[in-house]
């Protein structure tokens, strides 16, 4: 977990500025797990017998599953505080596990609602924990780079979801195939919770007032030596009553995340601003109703459609990998404006489409190459570059919790546009709908131009230590 010595809880202070392997695995586990499980409803109501489900309740089977990933991102945030994000991300992965087999027996469609709720509890954990667990287990350094990796997993894990589908749609009740193999991912997180370790954030907070208390500990070199040493110095501080601790995460009541959104405001308004925007400018609408989009635009054949949400969903995955390699070079701030940018012309491209009078039952020439461009957009800017800056914005003290809120509503924009799109293209028609969402985009990139702070290159307490001091002042 450390270079060179460590003979005391003060050294975790240093350890702040290191890689752990943890961060690679988990980060890619909880992103998978989270991505799948989200979307795999999608494909399977488009086979038989789901596909004969009305609108209505097709609608109400998605939109459950974001509301119970809502509840479960507020929550998720205070559980860590309490118990660590280690035991949280073990209970997650134990509840997809038996959230998807129950879905794979399952026979009727009210089972299917109830189960799609509950599995999304555990989403809502993995979308606040595994971002908070990636970054403070990640250098300054390197921090952009693991936490964009998690939401390149998250687009894997969709992409993961459609080729199940593309396998499995042909067969009788193939549906069950597709829910059962999908806890494979969450099966391997489980497992590989018995060698990866608790957040260095965690078990800072937990180190002793008295460190003179604490007995020096021999030199040691390597992850496996320090993690085993670790534990046992764990023990033997807990088991000491000489000991005296510093008070756990806990301490970080509503109260405490109160006063840091009071001495920090702009930190917060930011943080709002950016989680309305990664939802309410259509990435999920778009996703969640892809098939019927590309039907939309004259792709009749069920093989077809898939094939193509299969390629916008690589085309997800790959451009996340531009921003995995470029957070940590470019910055926070030019990915996330200019991500934004591109969204808004991919929105504009759709709006033309269907202005232009030569385009009548053509418009597939400029709203699916739309489609795309805002995708690439999303995944260089907001999309994976959102998770990045929020985990800065707060001070450890409330991390977990500030996580947790703008999670919340996260998930509650997220909520609502999946609800709404439908609705609004019924009722106003796809046109001015993308209108909307152009201009959404524009005056999120205009907000993030002004509000936000680049942050690349430095530690979180550094990060913590400059608001303080702007604030001050």
Same mark, same amino acid.
């Given at each position: 977990?450390?270079?060179?010595? $460590?003979?005391?809880?003060s050294?975790?202070?240093?350890?702040?500025?290191h890689n752990?392997?943890?961060?690679?695995?988990?980060?890619?586990l909880?992103?998978?797990?989270?991505?799948?499980i989200?979307t795999?409803?999608?494909?399977?109501?488009?086979?038989?017998p789901?596909?004969?489900?009305?609108?209505?309740?097709?609608? $109400?089977?998605?939109?459950?599953?974001?509301?119970?990933a809502?509840?479960?991102s507020?929550?998720?945030?205070?559980?860590?505080?309490?118990?660590?994000?280690k035991?949280?991300?073990?209970?997650s992965?134990f509840f997809?596990i038996?959230?998807?087999?129950?879905?794979?027996i399952?026979k009727?469609?009210?089972?299917?609602?109830?189960?799609?709720?509950f599995?999304g509890?555990?989403v809502g954990?993995l979308?606040?924990?595994g971002?908070?667990?990636?970054?403070?287990?990640?250098?300054?350094?390197?921090?952009?780079f693991f936490?964009?990796l998690?939401?390149?997993a998250?687009?894997?894990g969709?992409?993961?979801?459609?080729?199940?589908n593309?396998?499995?749609?042909?067969?009788?009740?193939?549906?069950?195939?597709?829910?059962?193999?999908?806890?494979?991912v969450?099966?391997v $997180?489980l497992c590989?919770s018995f060698?990866?370790?608790e957040?260095?954030?965690?078990?800072?907070?937990r180190?002793?007032?008295?460190e003179s208390?604490i007995?020096?500990?021999?030199p040691?070199n390597?992850h496996?030596?320090?993690?085993?040493?670790?534990?046992?110095?764990?023990n033997?501080?807990e088991?000491?009553?000489?000991?005296?601790l510093?008070?756990?995460?806990?301490?970080?009541?509503?109260?405490?995340?109160?006063?840091?959104?009071?001495?920090?405001?702009?930190?917060?308004?930011?943080?709002?601003?950016?989680?309305?925007?990664?939802?309410?400018?259509?990435i999920?609408?778009?996703?969640?109703?892809?098939?019927s989009?590309?039907?939309?635009?004259?792709?009749?054949?069920?093989t077809?459609?898939?094939?193509a949400?299969?390629g916008?969903?690589?085309?997800?995955?790959?451009?996340?990998?531009?921003a995995?390699?470029c957070?940590?070079?470019l910055?926070?701030?030019?990915?996330?404006?200019?991500?934004?940018?591109i969204?808004?012309?991919?929105?504009?491209?759709?709006?033309?489409?269907g202005i232009?009078?030569g385009?009548?039952?053509?418009?597939?020439i400029?709203?699916?190459p739309?489609?795309f461009?805002?995708i690439?957009?999303?995944?260089?800017?907001?999309?994976?570059?959102?998770f990045?800056?929020?985990?800065?914005?707060?001070p450890?003290k409330?991390?977990?919790?500030?996580?947790s809120?703008?999670?919340?509503?996260?998930? $509650?924009?997220?909520?609502l546009i999946?609800q709404?799109?439908?609705?609004?293209v019924?009722?106003?028609?796809?046109?001015?709908?993308f209108?909307?969402?152009?201009?959404?985009?524009?005056a999120?990139?205009?907000?993030?131009?002004?509000l936000?702070?680049?942050?690349?290159?430095?530690?979180?307490?550094?990060?913590?230590?400059?608001?303080?001091t702007?604030?001050?002042?």
């Open positions: 977990m450390m270079e060179g010595c $460590l003979q005391s809880w050294d975790r202070d240093m350890a702040k500025d752990h392997p943890a961060a690679l695995f988990v980060g890619i909880t992103g998978l797990s989270y991505g799948l989200q795999i409803s999608g494909p399977v109501l488009e086979e038989s789901w596909n004969q489900l009305s609108s209505g309740v097709k609608g $109400l089977v998605n939109s459950m599953t974001l509301v119970g809502a509840i479960g507020f929550t998720g945030g205070f559980f860590s505080d309490r118990f660590g994000p035991k949280v991300i073990i209970f992965a997809c038996a959230c998807l087999a129950g879905l794979g399952q009727h469609y009210v089972l299917l609602i109830v189960l799609r709720f599995s509890l555990p954990f979308s606040v924990l971002p908070l667990y990636v970054s403070e287990q990640s250098s300054s350094k390197r921090r952009g936490v964009t998690y939401q390149t998250v687009c894997g969709c992409l993961l979801a459609y080729l199940l593309l396998a499995f749609f042909s067969l009788k009740d193939g549906w069950r195939f597709e829910f059962g193999l999908s806890s494979i969450p099966i $997180l590989g060698c990866y370790p957040s260095i954030g965690f078990l800072n907070s180190r002793p007032k008295d208390a007995p020096a500990t021999p040691i390597t496996t030596e320090s993690d085993s040493l670790l534990a046992n110095q764990e033997q501080i088991n000491d009553p000489n000991v005296q510093a008070p756990r995460r806990t301490c970080a009541k509503l109260t405490d995340f109160m006063k840091a959104v009071v001495y920090s405001k702009r930190a917060f308004f930011t943080a709002v601003v950016l989680a309305c925007a990664q939802q309410l400018t259509g999920n609408a778009i996703m969640f109703y892809m098939p989009i590309f039907e939309s635009a004259g792709v009749k054949v069920q077809m459609k898939i094939l949400s299969c916008a969903n690589l085309l997800n995955m790959l451009s996340t990998v531009v995995m390699f957070v940590d070079r910055g926070r701030k030019p990915l996330l404006v200019s991500g934004l940018s969204m808004s012309f991919g929105h504009f491209l759709v709006v033309l489409s232009i009078p385009l009548a039952n053509k418009e597939w400029l709203s699916l739309g489609v461009i805002f690439f957009g999303f995944e260089v800017g907001p999309g994976p570059v959102y990045v800056v929020v985990s800065e914005l707060f450890e409330v991390r977990g919790r500030a996580m809120m703008m999670g919340l509503l996260n998930w $509650l924009c997220n909520v999946v709404l799109y439908p609705m609004l019924e009722w106003i028609g796809e046109r001015w709908v209108t909307a969402l152009c201009v959404i985009s524009m999120a990139a205009l907000a993030a131009l002004i936000l702070k680049e942050t690349k290159g430095k530690s979180l307490d550094e990060i913590t230590a400059a608001k303080q702007r604030e001050t002042e």
